[in-house]
């Protein structure tokens, strides 16, 4: 269980930042800074640029994506943006529209 | 930004919520804007901007807020910078530092609790002393440190 919780009902906008893991399934505007893991439920919404170590995405995020560990686009999930990360992953099913970096 | 509210003020907050997971937001996040939405919140990290939550709001010990804060109840036990507006009430904990105007059904504050502020409850006086026919308003210009 992540210290953070961002539950379905939830919308924030504007800039947030963690050191710890966050789970996200609600819906977030902005930016997302965090040092640790993220994770982007199904049913999520993002609108935001994210920075993490590592990124989990089965909801949407429309945004650029830098992780300095890995990026998984999962089966049902939606990315619209460029990523940079040394492992890419994109899961059969997946949408995503954008440039992939994994020059770090 | 009302919709959020509009389509559950009626039926709850049980639609919103597919599983019973807490909403929280832990030590080491700090959020820089809005935040809004159905359900229950546990802030224990340091939020800068609005709170608005259809569901009680618990600011824990060494949670933060700075901005106005709208909730169905309020459990403060760490900081606010705001203004309080609760359907339900409003409690100040011990320990907990407070500073803004609070309006609730019912505001209790605790020994060791910090706050400065105006107080505005609803509450009937007892008989003999209700003269107004129980629509006696409170407003209190409570100060405490």
Do not use: C, H, W
Request: glycine fraction near 16%.
């Amino acid at each position: 269980m992540a210290a953070t919780v961002i539950g379905q009902g939830i919308i924030i906008e504007g800039e947030v930042t963690s050191d710890e893991a966050v789970v996200v399934a609600g819906t977030v505007r902005g930016k997302l800074t965090v040092d640790g893991a993220v994770t982007i439920e199904s049913g999520a919404v993002v609108e935001a640029d994210i920075g993490a170590t590592t990124l989990s995405v089965g909801g949407s995020v429309t945004g650029n994506v830098t992780a300095s560990d890995r990026v998984d686009l999962l089966t049902g999930g939606k990315l619209i943006g460029d990523v940079k990360a040394a492992r890419v992953t994109i899961a059969d099913g997946a949408v995503f529209k954008g440039n992939v970096d994994m020059d770090l | 930004m009302s919709r959020n509210f509009a389509t559950n003020r009626a039926g709850g907050r049980t639609a919103v919520r597919g599983s019973d997971e807490a909403n929280v937001l832990g030590a080491t996040v700090r959020v820089r804007g809005r935040l809004l939405g159905d359900g229950d919140l546990r802030i224990e990290g340091d939020i800068e901007g609005e709170v608005r939550v259809r569901g009680s709001l618990d600011v824990s010990e060494g949670g933060n807020v700075r901005g106005n804060v709208t909730a169905s109840a309020v459990t403060l036990s760490g900081s606010l910078t705001g203004d309080v507006d609760a359907e339900g009430a409003v409690l100040i904990r011990a320990g907990a530092k407070v500073a803004g105007d609070m309006k609730g059904s019912e505001i209790a504050l605790e020994e060791g609790a910090s706050y400065t502020g105006r107080i505005e409850a609803d509450f009937e006086l007892p008989d003999g002393l209700d003269d107004s026919r129980g629509d006696a308003k409170s407003r209190t210009g409570a100060k405490r440190r």
